[in-house]
């Protein structure tokens, strides 16, 4: 069965630290890792990831994925109050029964405080 | 700029009753799905759909049955609600397999 496992499950903070938040996975057949931002309702889209060693940047916010070690982190710098919310880490299936569905982890809920 | 717009937003059913769900999207894509949200257990995959008129199982799939006889509209059902069923819904579209899924709003159901 596939796994993605997020840590920590929450976060608090104070405006203008870095935080780093965790994705590890076990998964039979994958294609590629996905970063979400979710917060009072639809969950949008941050980041893709299917290569390993290639960071992706977005302002403040990027993310790099292991291959090797299974596992994928998201960094924020200098925080902002804007940023509380859960983001959730999704592995996307290449083949067979996994094919195109994604496997969430349980998200990482983060607060930032002024 | 809809997106992926779900009807409706809020609703609370008895024990027993029966609703349907629906998501509607306007970017043309060929790919549907529905989640659940439940504290702690991230989002699971209800149904999907790869095109019109085709519909699968997901992770959770008991209790909920789907129908996509349009392309852009995917609606999920719930024949005879239970208190276990009470969550947040998603629906989710996106263009192929292999591309990010884009999220509606949610639906909050509560089931007494």
């Known amino acids: 069965e596939d796994k993605v496992v997020q840590s920590p499950l929450s976060l608090v903070v104070h405006e203008g630290d870095t935080v780093t938040l965790n994705c590890s996975y076990e998964v039979t057949n994958f294609r590629s890792l996905l970063w979400y931002k979710q917060e009072k309702k639809a969950p949008t889209f941050l980041f893709m990831l299917t290569s390993s060693g290639i960071e992706k940047k977005s302002g403040r916010l990027s993310s790099i994925l292991d291959k090797k070690e299974l596992f994928s982190i998201l960094n924020i710098t200098a925080t902002q109050t804007g940023d509380s919310a859960i983001y959730l880490c999704a592995v996307l299936g290449s083949r067979g029964t996994s094919y195109g569905k994604l496997t969430f982890g349980q998200g990482t809920i983060l607060t930032v405080h002024p | 700029n809809a997106g992926v717009t779900q009807t409706p937003k809020f609703r609370v059913l008895k024990t027993g009753q029966s609703m349907t769900l629906l998501c509607a999207q306007d970017?043309?894509?060929?790919?549907m799905y529905w989640y659940r949200q439940d504290p702690g257990m991230g989002l699971r995959l209800i149904h999907y759909?790869?095109?019109?008129?085709?519909?699968a199982k997901g992770e959770v799939p008991d209790g909920y049955n789907v129908s996509r006889l349009k392309k852009q509209n995917f609606l999920l059902g719930l024949e005879s609600a239970a208190p276990s069923q009470t969550s947040v819904y998603f629906c989710a579209s996106s263009y192929d397999r292999g591309q990010p899924q884009h999220f509606g709003d949610g639906t909050r159901l509560s089931i007494l």
């Open positions: 759909s790869v095109g019109e008129g085709t519909t």
């Open positions: 970017m043309n894509h060929e790919y």
